[in-house]
């Protein structure tokens, strides 16, 4: 069955970085759009960067432009998170999810487009 495992969150101060990793196995990853998705206390979940089934094209929201990168490794059936400049209000529960989508349509920060899901792992940006 599909599985999302993420893994790497922790505690950093400002301007610091991290890298988050969703290590996924049950299905084929180039098969298959991947996000990031955030969710602080008391917001609604938010999509952060995805990369597309296929070609491998990569998204992110404007939040997180010019600071996140994803990345995906097909040998080892993972999707990476690089975290650059981070910011307080970047604090939250990061989850990846799978998206088996359509090969002409690319990926996009809809948590509804995603059925599958990991468990997510806590970042937290404090000085």
């Known amino acids: 069955q599909v599985q999302l495992v993420e893994s790497g969150g922790s505690l950093v101060q400002p301007g610091g970085s991290l890298r988050l990793s969703c290590a996924t196995s049950?299905?084929?990853?180039?098969?298959?759009?991947i996000a990031w998705f955030r969710q602080a206390p008391g917001k609604e979940r938010e999509g952060v960067s995805c990369?597309?089934?296929?070609?491998?094209?990569?998204y992110s929201s404007d939040s997180v432009k010019g600071r996140f990168t994803i990345s995906r490794h097909i040998a080892n059936s993972t999707v990476i998170l690089h975290m650059n400049n981070l910011k307080p209000e970047d604090a939250a529960v990061y989850y990846c999810?799978?998206?088996?989508?359509?090969?002409?349509?690319?990926?996009?920060?809809?948590?509804?487009?995603?059925?599958?899901w990991g468990q997510g792992t806590q970042v937290t940006v404090s000085s």
């Open positions: 990369v597309s089934r296929g070609n491998g094209f990569v």
């Open positions: 049950g299905f084929t990853l180039d098969y298959y759009h």
């Open positions: 999810a799978a998206d088996p989508g359509e090969v002409r349509v690319v990926c996009g920060l809809t948590a509804t487009r995603y059925p599958y």
